[in-house]
């Protein structure tokens, strides 16, 4: 604190006192002396106030000022006497003046929010209390003006804090230690209820989260002054969706755990995006073993094709060649039994580069060495195949 400050903020502690009043407060010390009051040094009390005490008349022109007011207004040199209210006060009308006047004449007073003019004609806010000065005299008018900037500016940033949370595109939320809900912002009441805020705020978050494998493995990470993340898969609104919860402790000015904070993210869009890629893959997969699949049948196809070809155009001048293309034929029908048979069992034939080459070898192993010669064999109007 520096030399030339005369005041100094404290606070207090009530769990010291139990939460309760302190005994000695309710004990009564007797009446006050009927002259007591006649001792008191009013120009002190006027003059060391901490509010800044205004004297003015009825048109708002100062008639006193205390050194409180010449301080907080600047005008410790020149002094306020002769200045009208308008010059101190921004927003002062004679319409208001006029209205502090009937307010005082019915014996009661008036509380005004607005903002001082400094002698550097910077502004602060300030709570003024206008009251008359107790005699049937109308003037003076005492103004008591109490600087408010640290707590205006305390306002402004909670506002500023509320309104970007209340307008998030997450769902913010703060619940005590028994997952009852006392804070909902917009995003979360559309999630949880659609825009119903009655339906969140008050509620448990058993009513959408699973309490097994979300509230007690979130609220024993709180507990433990830690955060948790995870997802689940929500009904709501006869709708169903995926959201992302996180949470972390809620602690007041003491650092005491009171509860939670809560973020809440709708991941159904990253969902069925990701099943989108999954099923584009499958798609792929399967697009592929097909591919796999007509080449595999496509090798017999092709030895059958050419067989009864050869023996439609000479079948009557070689009986072993005959001989040999029937059995030729015979062997790609079994072949194309055994494919048919293994691609019913599996149901998904995924096939890769080993694969085919592994059909191919065993589909070759089941043909005899003379089907596997006629296959390789080059002939006049003969196509050249392999198996």
Not at 5 to 33: C, F, H, M, N, W
Not at 112 to 138: C, P, R, Y
């Amino acid at each position: 604190m520096k030399a030339n400050e005369k005041s100094q903020t404290i606070k207090i502690d009530i769990r010291s006192l139990g939460y309760g009043r302190v005994p000695v407060a309710d004990e009564r010390r007797g009446a006050a002396q009927k002259d007591y009051f006649d001792t008191l040094d009013y120009r002190f009390l006027f003059e060391d106030a901490y509010d800044a005490i205004l004297l003015a008349d009825v048109s708002g022109k100062v008639l006193a000022a205390n050194a409180r007011a010449l301080s907080f207004f600047g005008y410790e040199e020149s002094g306020l006497a002769g200045l009208p209210l308008q010059a101190l006060v921004a927003g002062v009308t004679d319409a208001l003046i006029e209205e502090v006047r009937g307010v005082i004449a019915e014996g009661r007073y008036m509380r005004i929010q607005a903002f001082a003019v400094h002698s550097d004609d910077l502004f602060s806010a300030v709570e003024i209390v206008v009251m008359g000065n107790g005699l049937k005299t109308a003037e003076p008018i005492c103004y008591l003006v109490r600087d408010t900037q640290s707590r205006w500016q305390a306002e402004q940033k909670l506002l500023s804090a509320y309104h970007a949370m209340d307008n998030t595109d997450s769902g913010i939320g703060i619940a005590d230690l028994q997952g009852v809900v006392t804070y909902a912002n917009r995003m979360m009441v559309e999630l949880l209820a659609a825009g119903d805020e009655t339906a969140v705020v008050g509620k448990e978050l058993e009513t959408w989260f699973d309490r097994k494998n979300v509230l007690e493995p979130m609220l024993e990470r709180i507990s433990r002054g830690e955060g948790w993340s995870g997802e689940q898969r929500v009904f709501a609104c006869d709708q169903s969706g995926w959201l992302m919860v996180s949470a972390v402790p809620d602690v007041n000015e003491e650092n005491e755990l009171c509860g939670m904070v809560l973020s809440i993210r709708d991941t159904a869009e990253r969902r069925r995006a990701e099943l989108a890629e999954q099923q584009a893959e499958r798609n792929r997969v399967m697009m592929e073993s097909l591919a796999s699949a007509c080449h595999a049948l496509g090798q017999p196809a092709t030895v059958l094709l050419t067989s009864i070809e050869i023996l439609k155009m000479e079948a009557d001048e070689d009986e072993q060649m005959r001989r040999e293309m029937l059995e030729l034929c015979y062997g790609a029908v079994i072949q194309l039994r055994e494919l048919l048979l293994r691609m019913n069992a599996k149901r998904l034939y995924v096939a890769g580069p080993l694969e085919d080459r592994a059909a191919t070898k065993d589909a070759a192993a089941e043909l005899g060495p003379a089907q596997r010669a006629g296959c390789m064999a080059d002939g006049p109007g003969r196509a050249r195949s392999s198996v």
